[in-house]
């Protein structure tokens, strides 16, 4: 039931900002300025008016009402609502609360500014020029964008957004919330237009209507495209993989938010590509055969059965819009799916010599450890007693240095044992049985790891730093914002009838790829210190200093060369990792520091914050350079004497 509740008052939210923000934007960009030219919509114009007047005010009630109720909700889970000292304390003092009481004053001041000239109740041309017009002044759209902004960035301070690191994914949530209103607000105003009296007019009409809907898909190509590229970032902070997508609330959720986008998308191609050319096509038709009797009969059916078939189109996406509202509502109710889930859940079968072989795998953290258990039978026949199963997990793309595990008898044919995964990838597991006569069969299964122990404490972040780090890079991202341009040309092409209607969907298709390069190359997932600079210099010097901390802390267990054989490393599980292997490149330095200074859980790596210095850290970090690179003999050397 509580639940249910904070879902409908975030619903109520979500519409109600689009309704209040969506009415302005609907009536002075789209609808008044393609219509305002036709002398036979004098009639029809008002109504629509009065709709968005109407639609605005009960937007501003919705928005206020819901916030208010939404922030006594989350008060109500800390404080008792009838302690008034401490209700006051809430609002003043408590983020969410100050950003509820500020979206119940401002949203009431949007409407006052939007409908400061009241309700439309004349018809003739000169009223109606006077009412109609209140939106389209310079300084109170000024005011409205400023006010809207307010609104739109107080719910961004008090999302999931909020409690990601750095001021990026605020900034990304705001703006995708800005997106969505300017093209699913339209859509719900476009929805209310009077479609039947819009048909009484005739074939008048259809010039009209054709330029509202040519403004209107140049601004929601945009919309949609800024919406897709800011989603995809959200996703990013707040999913942690695909499969997140499918094994949790908050993914499946979302999943069925972009179902819904897409399905909306195609009824908006009905429109962009099918009824708004014929609209075009058919006002020249009649406007030609102005003075064919006949012509004009057939026209005025065609006509009705144009608008007929847009107030549909036009019906079913503002009805898809609310489904999004409504699925965006959940979401906001819901932990964000931004850890792993689970580390590998997997079922393999196989058969090796006369054993028939079944693996399971199921995670038992989200730290790399995992529950192994390995089914085996003779024939279909228990195996003897005396068998031995053991199970080695390699990673395939480098070796990490892990043990074999031998497995425990639970029963006749259950053996298990306990495993860990270091990081995410592509692995194998490799069963050994071996008979008690000493005869050995091996079965190899591969399997993919969706996270290991390397990737806890990584943050998921915009970094344009990194698109510029490399002339590769930096060409990457350039042709990226090229593509972005050329689609920027393709569809304001489309929409001043310089190209033709497909340019614009081919042009958002170009966008999106454009968006994908730039974002392929700015989003990362990495440790807070993984693009940091090794502020020490790979010199002689550093190289001898760090041999000296290496011996003193490390080499107990990876060894003196670093092959990851210390003394103590036989007894530790996983082993030490070889210092001197391939994978030591894959991880930038600040990827070892990080390890250095905070360990990696669920091995024996320790983190050495508190005994070594940030500098002595730095250093040490060179010397592992040093012994994958090879060290100059000089140093060796050196060191000796």
């Not at 009415?23 to 030219?37: D, H, L, M, N, V």
Request: glycine share 10%; charged share 15%.
């Amino acid at each position: 039931m509580y639940t249910t509740l904070y879902t409908l008052l975030k619903f109520a939210h979500f519409l109600g900002l689009s309704l209040l923000l969506g009415g302005p934007i609907f009536w002075s960009i789209i609808w008044y300025p393609a219509t305002r030219s036709v002398p036979l919509l004098k009639e029809s114009v008002p109504i629509t008016w009065d709709r968005v007047r109407r639609g605005i005010l009960w937007g501003a009630v919705l928005f206020a009402l819901s916030g208010l109720g939404d922030a006594l909700r989350a008060a109500s889970q800390v404080i008792s609502l009838s302690n008034v000292e401490m209700l006051g304390f809430y609002f003043s003092q408590i983020l969410y609360g100050q950003m509820s009481l500020l979206k119940a004053v401002v949203a009431p001041l949007f409407a006052v500014v939007a409908l400061k000239r009241g309700r439309v109740t004349s018809s003739t041309s000169t009223e109606l020029t006077n009412h109609s017009t209140t939106l389209l002044h310079p300084g109170r759209r000024t005011v409205l964008a400023f006010l809207g902004s307010v609104l739109i960035a107080a719910i961004s301070l008090t999302s999931h957004a909020a409690a990601r690191e750095g001021l990026a994914p605020v900034v990304v949530d705001g703006v995708h919330q800005l997106a969505a209103v300017f093209w699913g607000g339209a859509i719900l105003y476009f929805a209310m237009v009077p479609w039947r009296r819009l048909a009484d007019v005739g074939s008048a009409v259809l010039d009209a209507v054709s330029r509202a809907l040519n403004r209107f898909s140049g601004m929601a190509l945009v919309a949609v495209l800024v919406v897709s590229a800011t989603g995809y970032v959200s996703s990013f902070f707040h999913v942690y993989d695909t499969a997140s997508l499918i094994n949790t609330p908050y993914g499946r959720t979302l999943s069925l938010k972009v179902a819904l986008v897409i399905v909306i998308l195609g009824a908006a191609c009905i429109n962009l590509l099918v009824l708004a050319p014929r609209s075009r096509t058919l006002a020249g038709e009649l406007s030609e055969s102005a003075r064919d009797s006949h012509r004009e009969v057939s026209g005025r059916q065609e006509t009705i059965g144009l608008l007929r078939s847009l107030r549909t189109t036009i019906g079913i996406e503002a009805l898809l819009i609310v489904g999004v509202l409504a699925a965006a509502a959940n979401l906001t109710t819901l932990p964000p799916a931004d850890t792993p889930g689970y580390v590998a859940d997997i079922i393999r079968e196989g058969e090796t010599g006369p054993y028939d072989v079944r693996l399971e795998m199921a995670s038992s953290g989200n730290t790399g450890q995992v529950e192994i258990s390995v089914f085996v039978t003779d024939d279909g026949a228990p195996p003897p007693p005396g068998t031995r199963v053991d199970v080695h997990l390699v990673m395939l793309e480098h070796d990490m240095g892990t043990n074999r595990l031998e497995a425990r008898p639970i029963s006749q044919t259950l053996f298990a044992t306990d495993g860990l995964i270091s990081m995410a990838g592509f692995w194998e597991a490799r069963v050994f049985i071996t008979h008690r006569s000493g005869e050995s069969y091996q079965l190899q299964l591969p399997f993919e790891a969706a996270s290991g122990v390397l990737d806890q404490g990584r943050v998921r972040r915009l970094d344009f730093n990194l698109a510029w780090s490399s002339l590769e890079l930096r060409i990457s991202f350039v042709l990226g914002l090229i593509l972005i341009v050329l689609a920027g040309v393709g569809i304001l092409g489309a929409q001043t009838g310089r190209m033709a209607s497909w340019a614009a969907p081919f042009s958002f298709i170009v966008a999106l790829l454009g968006s994908a390069q730039i974002l392929g190359l700015t989003l990362v997932d990495a440790y807070p210190t993984t693009y940091w600079t090794n502020p020490t210099a790979y010199t002689a010097e550093v190289v001898t200093e760090g041999r000296g901390l290496y011996l003193d802390n490390c080499a107990v267990c990876h060894g003196e060369t670093g092959r990851g054989d210390g003394p103590a490393a036989a007894a530790l599980n996983p082993q030490p990792a070889d210092l001197a292997a391939e994978h030591v490149d894959d991880h930038t330095d600040g990827d070892i520091f990080w390890w250095l200074t905070h360990g990696i859980p669920g091995t024996a790596m320790p983190g050495w914050d508190g005994q070594l210095t940030e500098e002595e850290r730095w250093i040490l970090v060179q010397y592992v350079r040093s012994i994958r690179h090879g060290v100059p003999i000089e140093v060796l050397q050196g060191s000796e004497r």
